[in-house]
């Protein structure tokens, strides 16, 4: 949900051209910096959620933290 409300507030919904889920271009009006922006808070949110199920003592998924 977090990641969500992210992406809703860095790419407005009229500049938001996308028509399936696998999109692998900016639509025109984003600068390369705003597009290098989205891809660095996604990976970073993907990859703190990865260790976090991985490593947090409160985390029950136990062996199976490879999966996530």
């Known amino acids: 949900v977090m990641g969500a409300v992210l992406l809703a507030i860095m790419i407005p919904c009229d500049k938001d051209l996308t028509t399936t889920l696998a999109s692998n271009m900016a639509a025109p009006g ?10 660095a808070c996604g990976t970073f949110m993907l ?4 260790w976090e199920t991985a490593v947090s003592p409160v985390s029950s998924c ?5 999966i996530a």
């Open 30 to 39: 984003f600068s390369n910096g705003h597009v290098l922006l989205a891809e």
């Open 47 to 50: 990859c703190f959620t990865v």
């Open 62 to 66: 136990g062996k199976n933290a490879c």
